[in-house]
């Protein structure tokens, strides 16, 4: 195959481990973005010209950790207008573990293509001994440029595991295997030269949902949403700060099946009264969260079902931005996606 032939892929750098460096090949944590640019890791990965022709652009160079919405409209608006270049065949994004699943799903219910679009990043610093980034890299632009990739939804690949964007979460602070599945397993592996496809998302997603980049652009001031992390004493004083800050949606990440402690659930009932949404998460990182209670329902309470405490507050202010306050949409949104 030709050069000219090979497929074109969009690559949108947005900082993270992967373009970022240490003080000498054994410091694997501590490490800070230094002069390491998306250019010097396509340089240091010459068989991704193998692959496809990459044309590559810096969205953001920040530690993923300190990621905000407005690095999502950029990366959104980026990855619309790539997407409607009929010569582009996929888009990779790269990113900073920490918050790698938000931007995720948040791209994945808002952007309008079918083209893959693979986030990829490291557990390491390019500086280090054995650094992951540069594989991680070369197999998200042979994901993206995969003909059978499309349809999936926005994809996150790392250490030869392909996960839905929707269910993807960091488990692991320090390990390359740093993300799972949890409810859904890998929709595909990559095995030696081969990705293995093994299923697609079963919720709606970015053509099947009314949310856009667009329509989010649009407030001058976002929602609020807070999470709030219950525990032993937990006495509602973060509930009724977060009401005082003008938090419009709650997510409380609750005990086991989304539980209450009865001293915060006073302070979630006077907040519920008030017109704040509350969503019942869980601190528990897998499984499902269910109703619960009968009074849960009748103040209106919404379960997260298996979505994140994290994933529930990014859909909670797509629906807010699309909808406003409306309960009935809030509570479809959440039994839909």
């Not at 490490?31 to 652009?57: H, K, M, N, W």
């Not at 629906?319 to 839909?336: C, D, I, R």
Request: proline share 6%; glycine share 8%; net charge negative.
């Amino acid at each position: 195959m030709t050069s000219s032939s090979l497929p074109r892929i969009a690559l949108f750098a947005t900082g993270g481990t992967i373009v970022s460096s240490g003080a000498d090949a054994l410091q694997m944590t501590g490490y800070r973005i230094g002069d390491f640019t998306v250019d010097a890791l396509l340089s240091a990965v010459p068989q991704l010209a193998q692959v496809a022709r990459i044309e590559a652009r810096e969205i953001a160079r920040i530690d993923s950790m300190s990621m905000t919405s407005q690095v999502w409209k950029d990366l959104g608006a980026a990855i619309a207008e790539a997407a409607a270049d009929p010569d582009i065949a996929g888009i990779v994004v790269t990113h900073g573990t920490d918050t790698m699943e938000e931007t995720a799903w948040f791209t994945h219910l808002t952007a309008k293509t079918e083209k893959p679009i693979v986030f990829t990043g490291a557990m390491r610093p390019a500086t280090a001994l054995a650094a992951d980034g540069p594989l991680n890299l070369l197999n998200a632009v042979r994901i993206a440029a995969d003909p059978a990739a499309r349809g999936r939804g926005v994809l996150i690949a790392l250490n030869d595991v392909i996960l839905s964007a929707r269910d993807a979460m960091k488990t692991n602070p320090t390990n390359v295997a740093a993300f799972s599945g949890l409810v859904q397993g890998p929709l595909g592996l990559v095995a030696g030269d081969a990705i293995v496809w093994l299923g697609r998302p079963e919720r709606p997603f970015g053509l099947g949902t009314p949310f856009s980049v667009e329509q989010f652009s649009r407030p001058r001031r976002l929602p609020r949403v807070d999470i709030l992390y219950s525990h032993a004493d937990d006495d509602g004083v973060l509930v009724r700060a977060a009401v005082a800050a003008r938090a419009e949606v709650i997510v409380h990440a609750g005990t086991g099946n989304g539980s209450i402690h009865e001293e915060c659930e006073k302070a979630l009932a006077e907040a519920a009264a008030d017109n704040v949404f509350i969503i019942r998460a869980s601190r528990v990182p897998g499984g499902c969260v269910t109703p619960g209670l009968a009074e849960w329902q009748e103040r209106g309470y919404i379960p997260a079902g298996t979505l994140s405490p994290q994933k529930c507050r990014i859909l909670a202010m797509l629906v807010l931005v699309q909808f406003g306050w409306s309960p009935e949409k809030m509570k479809e949104a959440f039994a839909t996606f």
